[in-house]
């Protein structure tokens, strides 16, 4: 802010760039209030979506169903193997036994005795046929157990491929609908983007400049954050894409602004001096004096030289004597500084 405006009218530039602030504050808060619920206008999807139904109730079916098998086979197991834990104890007993008797009987045993070893090697044949067949039923159950567990792995592999098939479609479903809400952001936000522009170039200095500051505030805070985070990536492709158009076409912007500005600036600088001097507002040459440059061509002058009173760059008068006390004052300033006479041909700044 120049330092050259009144206190008063400092203070009223103050409180007008808290309406602007204020004015775009309520703006985002009820873009983004838009702008949030626009997600909601898709249908949200999840990879359930795109798995069938009807395949996924048969694939639970079938996996309860040979979880089921899988438990009742473990628990057929755990008692064969007890029970063969008892049979094999009982025949290992029994055998013991059996070499005990032996032991006690000489070669010339009766042929009472000879019946009794009979039914001894019976009991004990009778007893590892038991064992065998125990050993047989517990086989049986863990090669059942193993194939159930063989096709619960291949079912579970289907249904991964299964869910690797439903999977893509709803990523691909997902970024289509992801583009589809960009795109509605993009339809809301650049219109206001372009009206901002619009409206900088066409509104400054206006009486309802305030409520346009802060509008362009709001366009700028709805399309740099609310729509450029959510641009759709695919790999890159898009976001560098889109910032190469950016770059190009602000780059471009940029180099005929500054080619039209100086064209301005020469053909202004080839104007004669009382024009030019009427064409600058008087807070903006304060302005400018104040960062040491000059008021017309906006070069840098070295204003502390006491014996310098022309732009070497453009010839702008920019230091003048007072027609009452000959002090040297600033040649645009209403009134002199040292005396406070008028300057002759000076009008009251508004």
Known sequence: MSKSLRLSEKWFNRGLWLVSIIFAWCLIGLG?????????????????????????????????????????LETKTTRLTEAKQRMALNYNSAS?????WLNTRGVT???????????????????????????TALLEA???????????????????????????????????????????????TLPLLILAFYLFKTQRGKPTWPFTRGFIMFALFAFFVELVPYLPSFGGYVRYGVGLLLTFFGGRYVIKSLQAYLARQRE????????????????VVFQRLAQQVCPGCERSV???????DFCPHCGIHLFDRCTACEARKNSFAQFCHACGEKAQGAEQPS
């Open 109 to 135: 045993d009766t042929a009472k005795d000879n019946q009794e070893l009979i039914e001894r090697m019976a009991t004990l044949e009778n007893l590892q046929q038991q064992l065998h067949a125990s050993e």
């Open 142 to 188: 863990q090669e059942e157990r193993n194939q159930i567990k063989e096709q619960q792995q291949a079912l579970d592999e289907q249904i991964r491929e299964r869910f690797a098939v439903a999977g893509e479609a709803w990523r691909k479903a997902k970024q289509k609908a992801d583009l589809r809400v960009f795109g509605y952001r993009l339809l809301l």
């Open 268 to 283: 202004a600088e080839a104007q004669p001096e009382a024009e030019r001097r009427q064409a600058l507002a008087y807070d």
């Open 32 to 72: 983004s209030a838009v702008i949030g619920d626009l997600p909601k206008v898709e249908k949200h999807l999840t990879v359930d979506d795109f798995y069938d139904k009807t395949q996924a109730q048969q694939d639970e079916t079938q996996r309860s169903e040979l979880a089921n098998a899988l438990k009742a």
């Open 302 to 308: 070295p204003l502390q030289d006491k014996t310098m």
């Open 96 to 100: 013991k036994d059996h070499s005990n």
